[in-house]
């Protein structure tokens, strides 16, 4: 479980995709509810905070690095 996230952030979720194109998702809505996206193909999904605290496995990468 990840505590210090943010909007545009990217994370990995302990379970891939099933579209295999990427294993990261970038948070586009946060709130109650968490919304998703997936880098490979796009597909977004949106949960409750806590399902998603439960079900993030790490954070990538900050919204505020520069890559």
């Given at each position: 479980m990840i505590e210090n996230y943010d909007l545009n952030d990217?994370?990995?979720m302990k379970k891939d995709h099933p579209c295999k194109k990427?294993?990261?998702?970038?948070i586009t809505r946060?709130?109650?509810d968490i919304k998703i996206k997936c880098e490979g193909?796009?597909?977004?999904?949106m949960m409750e905070r806590r399902e998603?605290?439960?079900?993030?496995?790490?954070l990538i990468r900050k919204?505020?690095?520069i890559i």
């Open positions: 990217i994370v990995q990427s294993h990261f998702w970038k946060m709130g109650a193909c796009g597909s977004i999904v998603f605290e439960r079900k993030c496995k790490k919204a505020d690095e």
